[in-house]
């Protein structure tokens, strides 16, 4: 399995209050997905090459995430799901751009496994 990216992603309802807090630890905005979306996101990148992802999404409190990005969704999650991952809610979230979903671990952690269409 290939891995294109790896980095943090907070998903958050107050995305203006987590950008100001990265833009105030030295990070900028590098990149912006569907800004005019309910749900959008940042990348935000320091000036030594650290990456942190910002989500607006609506959820009840923060969460933390590790983003992975990989060229074979239906490869990644498979190997994810021996490990014992499943998906949050069930469902895949499919675009034109992007296939994805929030994978949970046997202990909790989770992964937004995301595969970039072309």
Same mark, same amino acid.
């Given at each position: 399995?290939? =891995?294109?990216?790896?980095?943090p992603?907070?998903?958050?309802?107050? *995305?203006?209050? $987590? +950008?100001?807090? @990265?833009?105030s630890?030295?990070?900028?905005i590098?990149?912006?997905?569907?800004?005019?979306?309910d749900?959008?996101?940042?990348?935000?990148?320091?000036?030594?090459?650290?990456?942190?992802? =910002?989500?607006?999404?609506?959820?009840?409190?923060?969460?933390?995430? *590790?983003?992975? $990005? +990989?060229?074979? @969704?239906?490869e990644?999650?498979?190997?994810?799901?021996?490990?014992?991952?499943?998906?949050?809610?069930?469902?895949?979230?499919e675009?034109?751009?992007?296939?994805?979903?929030?994978?949970?671990?046997?202990?909790?952690?989770?992964?937004?496994?995301?595969?970039?269409?072309?």
């Amino acid at each position: 399995m290939k =891995i294109t990216t790896f980095s943090p992603l907070i998903v958050t309802n107050n *995305i203006d209050k $987590n +950008v100001r807090l @990265f833009e105030s630890l030295g990070f900028e905005i590098a990149h912006k997905q569907n800004p005019e979306s309910d749900i959008y996101d940042f990348t935000m990148k320091d000036a030594d090459g650290h990456k942190v992802d =910002i989500a607006k999404a609506r959820v009840e409190k923060d969460l933390t995430l *590790i983003r992975m $990005n +990989v060229p074979d @969704f239906d490869e990644a999650f498979e190997i994810l799901q021996e490990q014992g991952f499943v998906i949050r809610g069930g469902h895949v979230i499919e675009t034109e751009s992007s296939k994805s979903a929030m994978v949970i671990s046997p202990t909790g952690f989770a992964f937004d496994l995301c595969q970039h269409k072309k």
